[in-house]
């Protein structure tokens, strides 16, 4: 449906207009200034071929060291997998663990590729509703309901989440993890969003658990979507065997994202500042929401995502993303790409855009609101 959104705002484009975006997920700020010069300067030498299959060495190195200075954790480097963005760390995930129809909890609302990869593997995705109750968050006890239904082969949660932007407080990850072992289910955690963390400091999962299977990318804190690349943390047990797929399925991953991620570390400074102007982004449309109508807004907490109810307005939140992009020319996701059974009622807003848009966005909607 965001498709739709895409294609509606392009021809408002065409014909002149100025939209403004807030359906893509993804940073409007370009890459660490060291990344590009890195790449700039690989690109002069001529030659790119393929890599070892699990990355350079010295880039499993230093996402290594990156645990070490992030979350005080030490992860041996040969547990570090790059991959072609976390989406194909997705694929590489469910076909080392997972059997064809395996079943594999995943949480509502979320990201629709978990179940559409899982789907396409031949696993059978089990969603789990979420609500407000557990801050939109899988439980112990939800998880070992469904398990007692029938057997659960993985879980798979995300903190922040797309698209709430909400986060699971370490406690909560802790107990999560702890029942799935108990049980014997695997945990994966896709931890894309980490660094984008403004109400509390988000937890990895590996620091809670060597068995763990954690997921990240640079895409989002590091704004380098286009480069394609991203990493797992994997348990000791599952590093041949993701060696042997990855380099089956891609061989290694584009050695120039390598080595412009290897160089993106240096450019922290910079991509703190992106997230802090994430953050008054976050504040500008928490304060001017609510006085415009949208008064339900799910927690905040990470990423650059805002999850809104929109029932009051409308029953049907493709019918009103439709609606506000026509009349007021803000693009902004329906939530039923998140959520087939209540995403109706939900929009999605991300706020990785200018900080003078967001207001004026709240301004647009305002007026059309009547507000
Ligand atoms: C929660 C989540 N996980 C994973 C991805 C995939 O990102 P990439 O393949 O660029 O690392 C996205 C992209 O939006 C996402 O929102």
């Known amino acids: 449906m965001v498709m739709d959104v895409m294609a509606a705002a392009a021809r ?5 207009g100025r939209v403004i975006h807030m359906e893509v997920g993804q940073p409007a700020a370009a890459p660490p200034a060291s990344a590009i010069a890195a790449a700039r300067a690989a690109l002069l030498t001529g030659r790119l071929g393929y890599t070892e299959t699990l990355g350079i060495a010295p880039l499993r190195a230093r996402i290594s060291r990156h645990y070490r200075e992030s979350y005080g954790l030490d992860v041996d480097p040969q547990r570090v997998a790059v991959t072609t963005g976390s989406s194909a760390a997705f694929t590489l995930a469910f076909l080392t663990l997972f059997e064809s129809g395996d079943r594999i ?21 089990v969603m789990i509703e979420t609500s407000e109750v557990t801050r939109w968050a899988i439980t112990p006890e939800m998880l070992i309901a469904e398990h007692r239904k029938a057997p659960l082969k993985g879980v798979l949660i995300a903190s922040p989440a797309n698209p709430t932007g909400t986060m699971m407080p370490a406690s909560a990850l802790r107990d999560l993890l702890a029942a799935a072992e108990s049980e014997g289910i695997k945990f994966i955690s896709d931890e894309i969003y980490h660094g984008l963390d403004y109400a509390f400091p988000a937890e990895t999962a590996a620091k809670l658990s060597d068995t763990a299977l954690v997921i990240n990318s640079f895409s989002k804190y590091f704004c380098m979507t286009g480069w394609r690349i991203g990493w797992m943390v994997l348990p000791v047990a599952l590093i041949r065997s993701v060696d042997r797929l990855q380099g089956n399925l891609a061989i290694s991953v584009p050695a120039l ?3 412009a991620a290897l160089a993106a570390f240096d450019g922290r400074a910079e991509m703190e500042a992106v997230k802090h102007g994430y953050e008054e982004n976050r504040n500008v449309l928490l304060t001017g929401l609510p006085k415009i109508g949208f008064e339900k807004i799910l ?9 809104a109810d929109v029932s009051r307005f409308c029953g049907d939140s493709h019918e009103f993303a439709k609606r506000i992009l026509a009349e007021t020319h803000v693009a902004v996701t ?3 790409d998140f959520d087939p059974l209540k995403g109706s ?14 207001q004026e966005a709240v301004e647009r909607m305002g007026a059309w609101l009547g507000k």
């Open 334 to 336: 329906p939530g039923l």
């Open 105 to 125: 909890a995943v949480a509502l609302p979320g990201y629709p590729p978990y179940r559409h990869i899982l789907s396409a593997l031949g696993c059978q995705p």
């Open 12 to 16: 408002i484009e065409e014909g002149g």
């Open 257 to 259: 994202s390598q080595i």
């Open 299 to 307: 927690p905040v907490d990470g990423a650059f995502y805002l999850y």
């Open 345 to 358: 009622r939900f929009i999605r807003l991300c706020y990785a855009g200018a900080r003078a848009e967001m």
